[in-house]
T-cell receptor, first 113, second 109 residues
Framework: DAGVTQSPTHLIKTRGQQVTLRCSPI?????VSWYQQVLGQGPQFIFQ???????GRGNFPDRFSARQFPNYSSELNVNALLLGDSALYLC????????????FGPGTRLLVL | QKEVEQDPGPLSVPEGAIVSLNCTYS??????FMWYRQYSRKGPELLMY????GNKEDGRFTAQVDKSSKYISLFIRDSQPSDSATYLC?????????FGTGTRLLVSP
């Protein structure tokens, strides 16, 4: 079975631009969470979606938004990019809405110049 | 006080050594305790999770939780060069995972 997949793998943007990152969960998983990992730090929680509804939101500005589609895939959007948004963006999926057994994708590495 | 404290390392050991990785936490609401392994430029991989105090073994890995001291550990026996990675502790009691900063482990042949 395929694991969590994310696209694109790498992305370079300039300040002020907008970016959309995509995630497909493991087949049968209904929850998707997004995390930001800055170099040298642990992942920081951004959003969780379960059954297409937002279940939780981390301490990130409104420039960050997400949605989950009927097939449980998800998109993360970031507007008005800042240099500090450069990071590895990770998507994780789980079957239910809880967090103890999440499986991560390989991430999308975003560089903002 | 940070919710989770984890020594960033790096921790360098020879092949075959026993490795001890540790985290402390301050949030009493945390109910699940996890260890993830992250290779360079990859996503974190779930190694072990537990919800009770005590030990849990899986092959060469043992996770230990002491809720009274708010302290968790991961022990790796007979460490291998392929164990070289960053090890992240993680906790949850709500909808989100809270991660430590990660400890970088280097196992030399």
């Amino acid at each position: 079975d395929a694991g969590v997949t994310q696209s694109p793998t790498h992305l370079i943007k300039t300040r002020g631009q907008q970016v959309t990152l995509r995630c497909s969960p493991i087949s049968g998983h209904k929850s998707v969470s997004w995390y930001q990992q800055v170099l040298g730090q642990g992942p920081q929680f951004i959003f969780q979606y379960y059954e297409k509804e937002e279940r939780g939101r981390g301490n990130f500005p409104d420039r960050f938004s997400a949605r989950q589609f009927p097939n449980y895939s998800s998109e993360l959007n970031v507007n008005a990019l800042l240099l500090g948004d450069s990071a590895l963006y990770l998507c994780a999926s789980s079957f239910g809405g809880t967090q103890e057994t999440q499986y991560f994708g390989p991430g999308t590495r975003l560089l903002v110049l | 006080q940070k919710e989770v404290e984890q020594d960033p390392g790096p921790l360098s050991v020879p092949e075959g050594a026993i490795v001890s990785l540790n985290c402390t936490y301050s949030n009493s609401a945390f109910q699940y305790f996890m260890w993830y392994r992250q290779y360079s430029r990859k996503g974190p991989e779930l190694l072990m999770y537990t919800y009770s105090s005590g030990n849990k073994e899986d092959g060469r890995f043992t996770a230990q939780v002491d809720k009274s001291s708010k302290y968790i550990s991961l022990f790796i026996r007979d460490s291998q060069p392929s164990d070289s990675a960053t090890y992240l502790c993680a906790f949850t009691g709500f909808q989100k995972l809270v991660f430590g900063t990660g400890t970088r482990l280097l196992v030399s042949p």
